[in-house]
C-alpha cells in the first residue's frame, strides 16, 4: 500500500451559483438536473401536456416547450393548469426566438405561468434592435422573479460579435485558426449577454448559461473555458447530437468528460428520436450517463454481461432483459415505498467465468450456468452465496428474492 499510487475519481464540483427555476435548483453544489424538451407544438395543448407529462414521468426535472408564436404562448398556461390538474409539479421552460420580447409582452399569462425563459442571444433580434429586445426579455424575468438561460448557439451565432473577432484577429500578430476564434465568439456571446442581464437587473442567480455545438472537441473547449472564466450555473448539451446510437455515443463522451471535470449543474441529451419514436430516450439516457458515473441515483442498476461462446443458449438474455423490464415498471411503487431503492445493485451474469464474482460486487446476483456447466444458478446476497436456483421457476424464484432483499 505503501508504494500505490492513490485512485483519482471526479474532480470537485466547479463551483456556480445556484439557481432556481420552480422548485429545483440548477447549480450552487446542487445535484446535476435531468431535463429535455417536448417537439409538439406548443398550441396543441393536450399534445404538449401528454409528453411533458411523460417526461416528466420518466424522470426529467425541467422540461421546455417551444414558445415560437401567439398561439402557442396563449396555449402555455393551460398546459401548466392541466398539467397541475394532473398532479405534474415539473417547472417548464419557455424556449423563445427572434420575438420571444414581443410574445412575453403580449401574454402575461404566459410570462408567468413559465418557470424560465431561454434566449438566444444569436437570435434575439437584429442590428439595432438587439439590445432592446435582449433588455425586454430580461426586464421581465427581473420583473417576475423568473430565471433566465442565455443559449448561445453554434448554428445561431451572433454575427456581428463573430465578425469583430474575426477582423481583429485578422490583422493580429500571431491570428489564432478560424475554429478557435468561433469558440471564443461563443464563450464572448454567453458571457456578455450574461453581464449586460446583470446590468439590466437580472441577479446572478437567476443566471443560467449554456453554449451548444454539435462537435465534441469544440463542447468541451468552450465549456473549460466558460468554467474558467466564470462562475454562472452552467447547462450542458451537444446541440444537434444525432439519432440513436450516435446520439447516444457522442453525448456521452462529451457531457461525461466534462462531468468528470467537475463541469456541468444540468444536462440535456438532444437525441433526435426516430419519426414517432419514443421521446423519453433522452431522459433515460441523461439519467443512466450520471448514474453510470457515480453522480446520481435513479433506478436499481443491472450490471449483466454481454454473453459468449459460453452462452449458447438464450436463457441468461432473457433474464437479464426480464430483471431490467421488472425493475423499470416496478419503481414507480418501489419507490413509494422502499426509499432508497434506486441505489439497488443487481447483476445477471451468464456463466461461471465471472459470474460469482460480479455477483458477489453486487447487493444481489446471479450466475447462470455457461453451456456445458452444470445446470445450477448460484444466487448471492451482500457477496456470500446465498443458495442455488435450478429449474424452469428459476427466472420466477430469482424475482422473489430480490423483492425479499428489497423489502428487508
Ligand atoms: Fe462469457 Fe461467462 Fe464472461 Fe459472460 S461471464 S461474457 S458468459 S465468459
Not at 463542447?219 to 439519432?243: C, F, N, P, Q, W
Not at 441523461?286 to 435513479?298: C, K, Y
Request: proline fraction near 6%; include cysteine; glycine fraction near 10%.
Amino acid at each position: 500500500p505503501d508504494t500505490m499510487p492513490e485512485l483519482s475519481g471526479p474532480r470537485p464540483r466547479h463551483r456556480t451559483v445556484g439557481v432556481a427555476v420552480g422548485n429545483v435548483m440548477v447549480g450552487g453544489g446542487a445535484p446535476i438536473v435531468v431535463q429535455s424538451m417536448t417537439n409538439t407544438d406548443t398550441a396543441d395543448i393536450d399534445g404538449t401536456v401528454a409528453q411533458v407529462a411523460a417526461l416528466a414521468r420518466a424522470g426529467s426535472e425541467l422540461v421546455r416547450i417551444t414558445v415560437d408564436r401567439d398561439e402557442a404562448a396563449r396555449a402555455v398556461p393551460h398546459i401548466r393548469d392541466k398539467l397541475h390538474a394532473r398532479g405534474v409539479k415539473v417547472p417548464i421552460v419557455g424556449d423563445f426566438h427572434f420575438i420571444g420580447h414581443k410574445l412575453l409582452a403580449d401574454h402575461p399569462a404566459c410570462a408567468e405561468a413559465l418557470d424560465k425563459y431561454r434566449i438566444n442571444p444569436g437570435n434575439v433580434g437584429f442590428k439595432d434592435k438587439k439590445d432592446r429586445q435582449f433588455g425586454m426579455i430580461v426586464e421581465e424575468a427581473a420583473r417576475r422573479g423568473k430565471s433566465v438561460r442565455i443559449g448561445a448557439n453554434w448554428g445561431s451565432l451572433d454575427q456581428e460579435l463573430l465578425t469583430r473577432l474575426m477582423d481583429a484577429n485578422a490583422v493580429a500578430a500571431r491570428p489564432l485558426p478560424a475554429r478557435t476564434v468561433t469558440q471564443e465568439a461563443m464563450i464572448q456571446s454567453a458571457l456578455i449577454s450574461a453581464e449586460r442581464a446583470e446590468e439590466i437587473g437580472l441577479p446572478r442567480n437567476r443566471i443560467i448559461l449554456s453554449a451548444k455545438v454539435s462537435a465534441i472537441q469544440d463542447l468541451i473547449a468552450v465549456y473549460r473555458e466558460l468554467a474558467r472564466r466564470s462562475d454562472y450555473a452552467l447547462h450542458l448539451g451537444l446541440t444537434e447530437a444525432g439519432m440513436g446510437s450516435k446520439g447516444i455515443v457522442a453525448s456521452s463522451a462529451a457531457l461525461g468528460i466534462l462531468l468528470q471535470e467537475g463541469i456541468g449543474d444540468t444536462i440535456r441529451f438532444s437525441l433526435t428520436p426516430e419519426p414517432g419514436g419514443d421521446r423519453t430516450l433522452e431522459v433515460k439516457a441523461a439519467q443512466e450517463l450520471l448514474q453510470t458515473m457515480g453522480f446520481r441515483t435513479f433506478v436499481p442498476l443491472v450490471a449483466a454481461c454481454p454473453g459468449c461462446g459460453r452462452t449458447t443458449s438464450t436463457v441468461f438474455q432473457e433474464l437479464a432483459r426480464d430483471i431490467q423490464t421488472w425493475i423499470s415498471t416496478s419503481m414507480p411503487e418501489w419507490k413509494a415505498r422502499y426509499p432508497g431503492v434506486e441505489a439497488l445493485n443487481v447483476a445477471v451474469m451468464g456463466c461461471i467465468v465471472n459470474g460469482p464474482g460480479e455477483s458477489k460486487h453486487a447487493d444481489i446476483g446471479i450466475s447462470l450456468p455457461g453451456t456445458g456447466e452444470m445446470p445450477a444458478a448460484p444466487v448471492f446476497i451482500d457477496g456470500a452465496k446465498a443458495m442455488t436456483l435450478r429449474g424452469p421457476t428459476l427466472a420466477a424464484d430469482f424475482k422473489a428474492l430480490v423483492s425479499e432483499y428489497i423489502e428487508r
